[in-house]
């Protein structure tokens, strides 16, 4: 397509957008397997922890952390296709 006068925009931009979306559904799905280990390990062991600690505090990530992984996992994802991108010629 470089031939034919596309722009490296035309060419870098869809590996870019990849990158991006990837690494968001990949942080998204992670925090969701996290959260039904997180839910399961909790319904396993709460009964014999009750007497230790608190199980009522026990909580899962807070929504603005898990908000922030899925970010980060989106540029982390954007800087991989920046970095695939280079090497389109």
Same mark, same amino acid.
């Given at each position: 397509?470089?031939?034919?006068?596309?722009?490296?925009?035309?060419?870098?931009?869809?590996?870019?957008?990849?990158?991006?979306?990837?690494?968001?559904?990949? !942080?998204?799905?992670?925090?969701?397997?996290?959260?039904?280990?997180?839910?399961?390990?909790? !319904?396993?062991?709460?009964?014999?922890?009750?007497?230790?600690?608190?199980?009522?505090?026990?909580?899962?990530?807070?929504?603005?952390?898990?908000?922030?992984?899925?970010?980060?996992?989106?540029?982390?994802?954007?800087?991989?296709?920046?970095?695939?991108?280079?090497?389109?010629?």
């Amino acid at each position: 397509m470089h031939l034919m006068g596309a722009p490296m925009s035309l060419l870098r931009g869809p590996l870019v957008v990849e990158g991006f979306l990837q690494g968001g559904l990949g !942080a998204a799905l992670a925090l969701a397997l996290l959260y039904a280990a997180f839910e399961i390990a909790r !319904a396993q062991f709460a009964p014999s922890l009750s007497g230790l600690i608190d199980t009522a505090s026990l909580g899962f990530l807070p929504a603005s952390l898990s908000a922030l992984l899925v970010v980060g996992g989106m540029g982390v994802g954007c800087l991989g296709g920046l970095i695939a991108a280079r090497h389109v010629r």
